[in-house]
């Protein structure tokens, strides 16, 4: 049977590490890259007659991308012990959340630049949102390393906030999964919550993946794929992974409900152990923390919800004029849209600033290997050289020599960047004079221009430029050109 008449559905765990200064139920610091279990204390080890204590900011934190997703948050939530035996957990339970999580429900938007680049033209739902079940908080585990022949262990993580967003199985693609990583990710920072870095660990994803027939309505069976650690990682196991179920399906092998890891040398899943049924954790509410109201938790964060990317792609917009696919690219990074916008304030074209910004300023910071929130030249500066060139000033070409002298000297200003390399703009009545003497020297094209050929009006200013070594403004120019041939 051809892969195209077979359907996968797609759901997503996502664990989020939180932004909090202490763990989750102790005061221990959350920090990276410190010496290996240096960061403990009797409860995030686990020992006998230590208790938890609720870390208030996680919980707010949560709620906060509770309301930012549209989840709803009930007005008591509790905790729960998920019991199970396993070396990062040595208490052999985890508090976790069961019936009484944080959010309910609730969708991620999947926004266009957030899908992979090479499929961003071919977008099956365009304005889709994905379902979510819920999102709950709970702690982390240590981190196991595998050796060879051993098993290291880092306490460190084990009691870090972490809040797991768990979707509806609504994701039909591994394109669509990508784009609500990426989509989830860019929300997350937004908000400040998480700075949801894949590679130190920040955020994990396990994936449920399951294939039909077109004219089946009910689901097949699920594979899970565990601890995915990036957004291509996720796209690769999942292309090879439905690939896989629909040979099975095909060979007339029955799918058997398993968990598997993805084997990023041999680029394919590998079976881990087979579940024949859900696992039954045995949950039961922790004694030793008591429920909690949400109620002022909820009043806090809805004072001070930020703008989220869709919601600023808008006002982009409408407050400045700029694409819609400017805006969206301006919008993808919290850092990246302040730096414009501080730019464009008081900007005679924010729409030349965003350009400046977009085809200048990324691609120069890329090729030095910094950070938007790193950027040595002020967004103000930006603005002053995109109002150079609009007023006529310098050209496009002069501006783009003062733009990489910033960098140089970012504390100068570019005007005065400007007159320090000669760009001092030429008299009118000099470039008119230059004008006449193009024409004169180029009849055929300048009879071309007459009748109406704008290629030839290139030509002439192209004169012109040289005419005055570069200083004229060639939109100027042009405008005088065929003002002086076309009437």
Known sequence: MPREDYIATIGLEVHVQLKTN??????????????????????????????????????????????????????????????????????????SQFDLPLCLGGGVPLYELAYPKDFQ????????????????????????????????????????????????????????????????????????VSDADMEKGQMRCDVNVSV????????????????????????RSLHYEIGRQIDELDSGNAIVQATWRWNDDTEQTQIMRVKENADDYRYFPDPDLLPVKTGDFIARVQTDLPELPHEKVARFESDYQITHYDASVLASDGALAEFYETAATGAKSPKKVANWVINNLLGELKEREIEVSDCPIAPEKIGGLSDLVEAGTISNNQAKEVFAALFEKPDANPAAIAKEMGFEPADSSEVDTFIDQAIAANPGPAGEVAEGNDRAANFLTGQVMKLSRGKANPKQVTEAILAKLRG
Not at 49 to 55: C, I, S
Not at 69 to 78: A, F, I, R, S, Y
Not at 122 to 145: C, F, M, Q
Not at 213 to 223: A, M, Q
């Open 22 to 95: 202490s763990k989750m139920f102790c005061g221990c610091p959350v920090k990276f890259g410190e010496p290996p279990n240096t960061l403990t204390c009797p409860t995030c080890l686990g020992l006998p007659g230590a208790l938890p204590v609720l870390n208030a900011g996680a919980i707010e934190k949560t709620i906060l991308v509770g309301q930012m997703l549209g989840c709803e948050t009930p007005e008591v939530v509790k905790w729960d012990r998920k019991n199970y035996f396993y070396p990062d957990m040595p208490k052999n339970y985890q508090i």
């Open 121 to 192: 033209k071919d977008i099956v739902n365009p304005g889709k949102s994905v379902e979510l079940t819920r999102i709950h908080l709970e702690e982390d585990v240590a981190k196991s390393t595998h050796h060879d022949d051993f098993t290291t262990i880092d306490f460190n993580r084990a009691g870090t906030p972490l809040m797991e967003i768990v979707s509806e199985p609504d994701i039909d693609s591994p394109e669509e999964a990508v784009a609500y990583l990426n989509s989830l990710r860019q929300i997350l920072v937004y908000s400040g």
């Open 212 to 235: 039909r027939k077109k004219d089946t309505d009910e689901l097949g069976t699920k594979i899970e794929l565990k601890n995915l650690n990036s957004v291509s990682t996720v796209r």
